[in-house]
């Protein structure tokens, strides 16, 4: 399945500044890897060897930035609605066993588990999209099903 083509104005902004510093540490990379070559056996010159996989790291990157960023469709603006749960709306959750959860429904090239972003493709997000304050979802995941009460549904201006 594609993945969504939909971002933040903020994800963009990294995407944008991770293909610039991309291309910068290129010019390194490629620099460094001349110099190497120019050192002679090949075959045996870690600093060539390393260099040409960090390249090949490197290009391969660029290249799904330049191919995706073309693609994504910025959402600027929070929905009218500010009731129901749609893209970019951090929602607060309480688990099953009471616990406290809070995610933000981001693009897929926004994911980061550590601040709670998670992707409008995934199966949580799938299931909140639409729903209001004191709804109940429910996913089903490998080992059964997993129960949520949205407790707070909010944007950021």
Known sequence: MKSSPY????????????????????REVVQALAAAAA????????EYIYRKKELRELDRRIRYLQKRLPDLKVVHDAPDDQSKIFFAARVA????????????????????????NISVDSPLARALLGKTTDDEVVIQIADGRKQYFVLDIRYDD
């Open 7 to 26: 971002i933040t104005a903020e994800g963009m902004f990294r995407l944008n500044q991770e293909l610039s510093e991309r291309w910068q540490r290129r």
């Open 39 to 46: 050192e002679g056996d090949r075959s045996e010159n870690a």
């Open 93 to 116: 959750l309480e688990t099953e066993e009471g616990n406290e959860v809070e995610y933000r429904i981001v693009g897929p090239d926004e994911i980061d588990f550590e601040k709670g």
